[in-house]
């Protein structure tokens, strides 16, 4: 009872405050004074009469209490006549009156200046720095990337955009760079975050794009990401519009609006097609087992990475000598002086006196020219034997708006006979499919089957393990369906579905990856699977192999992104390496090149490769394919390296397609 009267009077007591405070400024200012004479002039008086050496009559200690209470509430306490004392009090509250007033304006406006701090309203007044326009999952690794780009730079800063709260952005690339990054947080590079939308070029002026070295835009996640990052380059237009010497790089996912953005971004712009790229790396992988690692490695900074060196005394000479002209570097192209990239170019090609060396190398200090021919043992170089193309297996596991881009890529690849079954809880797959809305395929004849692919049943009834190779993509845009019922060929492939939702997806694709493992160890065998997933962190929770091939399509574009940020050039290199005509990187059998019967040096194979117009960047060793981290890959090893390869080994090799 007790406690419950204590808790009723502390309650009417807050009423009572409340009540106070809401009568306005004049109630309040009337209360205080009054809650503070009730104070002082009390304790003044307790002061006078316990001094020994106060006055002795009571008008001289009432006089004392009085200057006591002046001096405590800064009003003078004058002693004298009564307009004199008057005037000193009159004189006191108004000096008090200024003063605070004052004190009151300095606050208001140091409190204004840090919640316009706070909310990222002011200017970035940076030049060189590199802008992030936008907010998604995609932001941690661009700037995970960048920071491990700008390490041995002393000062870099990264400039980010996005309608978001400035405080709770900077926290959470605080806590994502402790938790990912190499300890050292972002290192020399600050990171500089303001509010605003990326549509508005007043409010894209916050983060000087006009100074900065590259503009980066991001793709945002739901149906409307496309459409808002064709909206920014054009405010970012607007806000620049004269062409500057920033790099603009932009990702649409897509493939029906990368004209459009293109058109936006302007000439000097580089747009990246999440749906192309993805689904043609999704092809080759499938092709060639292994070659996602590749590419992870080509493409983060922290590995190898293409970098361009000058001739420096190569001008004259041919390109296939300069494969030899470099011991510790993978020579795979020129830039020619017009900007033109050329990867791969025939050995006879001469090189330029203001062409450039386009390289793999572990820095840009490392692609230093030394000569390895040397260490070519030609009694080691073999001839290849002759490889027909074979008829396949192909199973396709999900659908969504990338399936018949790489439908499309597969056709072209296929070798006669080849076949291709779908498997996909979507019930218009079969209706469009039917309808003849993509054109005809000349090499891959397409089954569809409609089911849901984490349905432990309908792919045991596939006997996955008879494909000679598994492809897993998200599957998006349809409501379930009852059991698995088989359908008949279908002449024709399915063009749009609902845009992807990233976590959902993924966690469909844990769950069939799931089965798939179960259903390889019953078989005793190792299934060839290429997955595709949206989220980085879910593909540390696939249930698969060490080193198995996955296709982590937000990583990926930020990687691809912040290279061609880095260096331009790259647009045109990275281009060809995932188009279907042209040089892409291949894992090809070692046995085609060296003898494997004795330790030969890199530089036999890339001789050998060179022979075959082929350039040697690497290799992969199956007895430590399950070993992290390279897990069996070595990308431009030491040309002087002595190593003794398998039958089964692989050389990685750009070549023609």
């Not at 405070?21 to 009390?42: M, N, Q, R």
């Not at 469009?432 to 309908?458: C, H, K, M, Q």
């Amino acid at each position: 009872m007790a406690q419950r009267h204590t808790t009723s009077l502390r309650l009417r007591l807050r009423y009572r405050f409340d009540h106070l405070v809401a009568g306005g400024t004049t109630a309040l200012i009337g209360w205080f004074a009054l809650a503070c004479l009730a104070v002082v002039v009390p304790a003044s008086t307790v002061l006078v009469w316990a001094d020994r050496a106060a006055p002795a009559t009571l008008s001289g200690r009432l006089t004392a209490v009085w200057v006591s209470v002046g001096q405590t509430l800064k009003i003078g306490g004058a002693v004298g006549s009564p307009l004199y004392v008057l005037a000193s009090v009159a004189l006191a509250l108004t000096a008090l009156l200024f003063v605070s007033t004052l004190v009151g304006l300095i606050t208001t406006g140091i409190n204004r200046r840090i919640m316009l701090l706070r909310r990222g309203h002011s200017t970035v007044l940076e030049s060189g720095h590199t802008v992030l326009l936008g907010w998604s999952d995609q932001i941690f690794p661009v700037v995970g990337e960048l920071v491990a780009a700008n390490a041995s730079r002393r000062r870099s800063a990264i400039a980010v955009l996005a309608p978001k709260d400035k405080v709770e952005m900077e926290e959470e690339i605080s806590t994502s760079a402790a938790t990912t990054g190499t300890g050292t947080g972002t290192g020399t590079t600050r990171i500089i975050c303001r509010n605003g939308r990326t549509t508005d070029p007043a409010e894209l002026a916050r983060v000087s794009p006009r100074t900065a070295k590259a503009v980066l835009v991001l793709p945002p996640e739901g149906d409307t990401g496309d459409a808002q990052v064709v909206k920014t380059l054009l405010a970012l237009g607007a806000a620049v519009p004269e062409p500057g010497g920033a790099v603009v790089v932009a990702a649409v996912r897509d493939t029906r609006n990368h004209l459009t953005a293109r058109l936006a971004a302007g000439p000097g712009g580089h747009v990246l097609c999440v749906d192309d790229i993805i689904a043609r790396l999704l092809v080759q992988t499938a092709r060639e087992p292994g070659l996602s690692l590749v590419y992870q490695e080509l493409l983060d900074f922290a590995g190898d990475e293409f970098y361009t060196a000058a001739a420096q005394g190569l001008a004259g000479r041919t390109f296939g000598e300069a494969l030899l002209a470099f011991t510790t570097s993978s020579v795979v192209g020129l830039l020619h002086s017009d900007g033109r990239v050329a990867l791969n170019p025939d050995p006879g090609t001469v090189i330029g006196a203001g062409d450039r060396i386009v390289l793999i190398s572990e820095d840009d200090d490392t692609a230093v020219p030394a000569d390895a021919s040397s260490w070519v043992e030609e009694d080691a170089i073999v001839t290849a034997r002759p490889r027909t193309p074979e008829a396949e297996r192909l199973l396709l596991l999900g659908w969504n708006r990338r399936a018949p881009l790489l439908v499309e890529q597969l056709d072209q690849f296929a070798g006669p006979g080849t076949t291709l079954d779908v498997v996909s809880l979507a019930d218009d797959v079969r209706t469009r499919a039917a309808a003849g809305v993509a054109g005809a395929r000349n090499r891959l004849e397409v089954a569809f089957l409609s089911g849901d692919i984490t349905d432990p049943e309908l792919l045991a009834k596939l006997d996955v393990p008879s494909y000679d190779s598994v492809i897993v993509i998200g599957e998006t845009g349809h409501q379930p369906v009852p059991r698995a019922v088989a359908l008949p060929p279908a002449r024709a492939i399915d063009l749009g579905l609902a845009p992807e939702t990233g976590t959902e997806t993924d966690d469909r694709t844990l769950v069939t990856l799931l089965h798939l493992r179960a259903i390889g160890q019953a078989a005793g065998r190792e299934l060839s699977l290429t997955t595709e997933m949206s989220d980085d962190g879910n593909r540390l929770l696939a249930p698969a192999r060490e080193g198995a091939d996955f296709i982590v399509s937000g990583r990926l574009i930020s990687l691809l992104m912040t290279q061609i940020s880095e260096s331009p050039y790259l647009a045109d290199v990275f281009e060809e390496l995932f188009e279907a005509e042209g040089n892409e990187l291949h894992l090809k059998p070692v046995a085609d090149y060296v003898r494997t019967d004795r330790e030969v040096a890199f530089a036999t194979l890339v001789e050998s490769a060179r022979r075959r117009r082929e350039c040697a960047v690497g290799y992969r060793l199956r007895a430590e394919a399950a070993v992290g981290p390279a897990y069996g890959v070595r990308l431009n090893p030491d040309k002087g390296q002595r190593v003794r390869f398998g039958e089964h080994d692989w050389l990685i090799v750009l070549a023609e397609s």
